[in-house]
């Protein structure tokens, strides 16, 4: 029954059978060219500073907006939504934890890719949902054909994650043409990178629920604010569950740093451009020591060597100070997560592979 | 089957059955004098504030610490304990959200009290526990002798909320005494304002936690931090449901900010005994207007009066701009939850009651 590492007799029974979701190393050591959780090498907007050190105020003692209204409204204006049509959580986790709650749990299994987001088998775990895993074609990629099968509700990241490999909206389209009466959640955390966003969707799909987090190309993965945009009906749905959870999921700071980056349309798209050329470098130069690499839509790449095994290789760059992510899964045991950092850290990266290979 | 106000065909089951809490109203008017949350009326320590600024920085694009290291150490150090009795969360009521998943949930009912934090059902409906509460006496205090009956676990709030009535440290001790085999959890949210610690008892008791938050004695409702201290085993459970729902729950200037304020005792002390020294005034200015005040060992007074209905003499303040909490609950509805604010609050409160009788 229990697979926990020191169960003890006060654990409920469904503690005793977790197996948490295990995020990419933070290391406490300095001077790592740290390329294994996808942050933005580039900071954001100043103007979120500015936001945040206006909160470090004695108004810190009242409760923060439990509706945080004027983030919503931000979000609505800029998305071309109604604010009933967003809402927001402590990072794209959460959001998409109160999602499954919500949407996800349904007479019909759940599907998602065989090959995903770690956290998706995770919360299936924690709130007894029934998960139905759907390969991957061979090119590691998404097919919506093979969605059509019964289901209750169907759940994938878009770029798809650790792939990289982005569906056009089209996809997304004929998929919900399929799956009128099933909720459909796309995980938009790296979309801003180069894929085609299923927002404008949600008009004519009430079973369509777009998540987005700020801690990528927002460069806001250290302020923890995540949202979502669907039709108002599921929008209500993840509102109960958040009531039912914790009334004030976003303290003032976080609520008025993500306002400000909204702010800053400028900042965002020089950040993004910085990124995808510098992806682009990197593919070319991973390519030219003999790498395959996916074609990526998101901030990150993922790659192997036909002579050397993901695992090995990892290790070998972390003795060389450069953090990349491995994924110890089949199918994907051979491949690195490597994210797109800056111009320095590429070239750190590029050199200490070359002494790998 | 449901209970929604507006359920759609792609809710969950569960999400239809909810019955979500209801939080204090946070008006959007200001001039109002807001004593309906149990804010503290002074503010967080200057220290807290520069340690957000600090974090107002390029760095917010990396991850924050999912273990909170730092923070966990001070909290350890500050309590006695050791950092992995310590557990942190996204305001107390997250980290009470993870105690129901991971401890409170057993094969025997939970038993808390029939008058306490509202939270509490909510959490045991979104959550599938069975609950049975536990009458309070005649004069509106927990008995431990009530809870000699069968039960899987056991939580309350001291002082107990909304009525503001400690337990004495004794008490807990016999309670725990009689119920070794059960998880018993004491949410301490208001604690520091003049009743006594169960932390002590965390070292001879493995099935005792004991929940913090630092939105009331800390004046950091606006930040959300919640944390807990009990066994390393109750904390193993907690930090899998936890690494099973979000990785990273507090954000870089929730961290920093918390543990700045642990650094300034002095602040702290100061901002205790002026709440303690307005509540004895507001205690006393209310008994002889005529009303029946419990004695609070928190920053609220629970209180009535012989004439008048609550919910009148609610809404009749809030006519005034006097906000007051009211619930519309048995046995307590007569009952007004009023915040200790600063000293000019008080007398408005009290010029706008004398007003209303």
Same sequence: chains 1, 2.
């Avoid at 029934?130 to 919506?144: F, H, K, M, Y």
């Avoid at 700020?214 to 995540?226: D, E, H, I, N, P």
């Amino acid at each position: 029954m229990s697979t926990g590492t020191n169960p003890n007799r006060f654990w409920s029974r469904l503690v005793r059978e977790l197996r948490p979701y295990v995020p990419g190393e933070q290391p406490r050591m300095s001077n790592l060219v740290k390329l294994n959780t996808n942050e933005n090498p580039f900071g954001p907007s100043p103007r979120v500073s500015d936001a945040i050190r206006a909160e470090a105020a004695e108004t810190l003692r009242l409760y923060p907006d439990p509706e945080a209204v004027a983030l919503r409204q931000a979000l609505a204006a800029y998305h071309g939504a109604r604010p009933e049509q967003v809402f927001v959580g402590n990072g794209s986790d959460e959001v998409l934890a109160h999602a499954f709650v919500a949407l996800l749990k349904q007479d019909a299994p759940l599907l998602f890719p065989d090959i995903t987001y770690g956290f998706f088998p995770a919360w299936c775990r924690l709130f007894g949902i029934e998960a139905e895993t759907v390969p991957l074609d061979s090119a590691l990629r998404i097919r919506i054909a093979d969605y059509a099968r019964p289901a209750g509700a169907i759940i994938f990241p878009n770029p798809n994650a650790p792939t990289g490999i982005a569906l056009g909206r089209a996809e997304i389209a004929a998929l919900l043409q399929t799956h009128p009466g099933q909720p459909v959640v796309v995980d938009e955390a790296y979309v801003d990178f180069g894929a085609e966003t299923a927002i404008p969707l949600v008009a004519s799909h009430p079973n369509l629920l777009v998540v987005r987090t700020m801690s990528k190309s927002r460069a806001l993965a250290g302020l923890r604010v995540g949202y979502a945009i669907g039709d108002a009906g599921l929008i209500e749905a993840l509102v109960r569950v958040k009531d039912s959870f914790n009334s004030y999921p976003l303290g003032r700071p976080a609520q008025a740093g993500a306002v400000a980056a909204l702010e800053d349309e400028t900042h965002f798209q020089r950040s993004l451009a910085l990124v995808i050329e510098e992806r682009d470098r990197l593919t070319q130069a991973l390519t030219r020591l003999g790498f395959e690499v996916l074609p990526s839509a998101a901030n990150f790449v993922f790659a192997r060597h036909p002579a050397r095994a993901g695992a090995e290789l990892a290790a070998e760059l972390r003795a060389q100070a450069v953090l990349v992510r491995h994924f110890a899964r089949p199918r994907i045991s051979d491949y690195l997560r490597i994210t797109v950092g800056t111009n320095t850290q590429t070239d750190v990266l590029l050199a200490a592979l070359a002494r790998c290979l």
